[in-house]
């Protein structure tokens, strides 16, 4: 059941039905809470939709099962270097200090991998 409400999560995030894949993804980590796609998946959609402090909470936890992705590493740091240059074009958007921190908290992260 997990596999079908995945594809039909991963369809709907592709097809740009954000609310719909994310009710989805939020099923499935509600019978499985470590089920690492939908997690991951669940946490680019906070992303996207700039909701930082929900993304770096999912991004923890899908650390935490499978630490050697290389789409948590990649994917969501390229994401957060465009949002913080375009954050520096606007000085004064509320949205600068929760970036800010994410992307702080990203690059913990991806050091903490590279020193193991």
């Not at 059941?1 to 995945?6: N, P």
């Not at 935490?64 to 913080?84: E, Y």
């Amino acid at each position: 059941m997990s596999d079908a409400l995945l594809q039909n999560a991963w369809r709907l995030h592709q097809e740009g039905k954000l609310l719909e894949a994310a009710n989805l993804y939020a099923d499935i980590l509600r019978a499985n809470p470590r089920n690492f796609d939908a997690l991951y998946q669940l946490a680019m959609i906070y992303l996207a939709s700039r909701k930082f402090a929900d993304a770096e909470r999912l991004f923890a936890v899908a650390v935490q099962i499978n630490s050697q992705s290389p789409d948590l590493f990649t994917i969501a740091d390229a994401r957060c270097r465009d949002w913080a240059g375009t954050m520096m074009r606007w000085p004064h958007s509320p949205m600068r200090c929760d970036e800010a921190r994410f992307s702080r908290k990203r690059a913990t992260i991806a050091e903490s991998r590279c020193s193991h």
